[in-house]
C-alpha cells in the first residue's frame, strides 16, 4: 500500500489535500427547529455522537443557514437520521434552499414534538435535543445537545452514509456545509483530464452544487445546448446559466 504524506505532494497539491479531507464519512441528516412561530430545517452531514455518559450529539450548523438562527434563539433542535430512501426531492429542499422561502413541512410526513417539527419521511431514528454549549468555529457553528427524546423507527433501509450519498446521489455539498469545495479545487477524474481524451459529448457542471450533466450519459436525450431555457438543475434548482462546462 503506498501512502502520499502532505509533505511529500508536489504536483496538484491542493486537490489532493481535498481528496483526503474529503475521506472521513459521516450519516446524512435532517437537523430542524422551530422559534417564534417558525420553522425550519436543513440537510446536514457534520452530526455526530461526541459522548456517552451523557449521550450527546454535535451539529455543525452555518452562520448562513435559517435553523441556526432557530436553534440560537430556541436552544432546541432535532435530528432525523435519514436512511437510502432520501429522495433527490428531499435533497433540493432541505439541502438547497432556505427555511424562510419555502415551507419544509407541508405536505411532508413529519411529526411535531414538544413544538419541533421532526421530520419522519425517510427516516429511522430521531433525536429531540436541548443546547448544552454552543461554539463558534469560523463558518460554522458547532452545537452540542443533550437527548430529550428519540425514536426509533421499524425500517430496514439502511442509513445513508455520506460516502454512498456521494457515489450513488451523485450529491454534491453546497456552500453551507462544512465539507463544501469549491468545484474548481475538486480533482481532476481520469475522465475530465485534459490529457486524455474526452468521452463523446459536453459535461457541465452545476456552479451552485458541482451537479455534472453529462451529455454521453444514456439517460440523458439532450445536448446541454437543447435544453430549454426553463429547465433547472435537478439537485438544487439552479438555472441553465449557472453551468459551466467542464
Ligand atoms: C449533502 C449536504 C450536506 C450538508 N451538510 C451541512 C452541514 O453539515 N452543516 C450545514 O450547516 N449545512 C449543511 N448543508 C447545507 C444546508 O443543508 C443548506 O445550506 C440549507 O439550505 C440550509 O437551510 P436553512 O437555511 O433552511 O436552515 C448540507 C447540504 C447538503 C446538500
Known amino acids: 500500500m503506498n501512502w502520499k504524506k502532505l509533505s511529500e505532494l508536489s504536483k496538484d497539491r491542493e486537490s489532493e489535500i481535498v481528496e483526503a ?31 456517552a455518559f451523557p449521550p450527546l450529539f454535535a451539529v455543525c450548523s452555518n452562520h448562513d443557514n435559517d435553523t441556526t438562527a432557530q436553534i440560537k434563539a430556541s436552544h432546541r433542535f432535532a435530528i432525523s437520521v435519514m436512511t437510502e430512501g432520501l429522495t433527490p426531492e428531499q435533497i433540493t429542499q432541505y439541502g438547497y434552499s432556505h427555511s424562510n422561502k419555502i415551507n419544509k413541512f407541508e405536505g411532508v410526513e413529519h411529526t411535531v ?42 425500517t430496514t433501509v439502511p442509513p445513508l452514509t455520506y460516502d454512498r450519498y456521494q457515489k450513488m446521489k451523485h450529491g454534491f455539498s453546497p456552500k453551507n456545509s462544512p465539507t463544501h469545495i469549491e468545484p474548481n479545487k475538486k480533482k481532476h477524474t481520469e475522465e475530465e483530464s485534459p490529457t486524455k481524451e474526452k468521452s463523446k459529448g459536453k459535461k457541465m457542471r452545476c456552479d451552485v452544487c458541482g451537479y455534472v450533466y453529462d451529455e454521453s450519459d444514456p439517460e440523458h436525450e439532450h445536448t446541454f445546448d437543447e435544453l430549454s431555457g426553463e429547465w433547472v438543475c435537478p439537485v438544487c434548482n439552479a438555472s441553465k446559466d449557472d453551468f459551466t462546462e467542464v
Open 113 to 154: 414534538e414538544d413544538g419541533l417539527p421532526i421530520v419522519t419521511e425517510n427516516c429511522n431514528a430521531w433525536f429531540l435535543c436541548r443546547v448544552v454549549k454552543a461554539i463558534d468555529i469560523g463558518t460554522h457553528m458547532m452545537i452540542i445537545g443533550s437527548i430529550d427524546d428519540y425514536a426509533l423507527s421499524d
Open 21 to 51: 479531507y474529503m475521506k472521513p464519512s459521516y450519516g446524512i441528516y435532517i437537523v430542524s427547529s422551530a422559534y417564534g412561530g417558525k420553522q425550519s430545517a436543513y440537510l446536514a452531514n457534520c452530526v455526530f455522537q461526541v459522548s
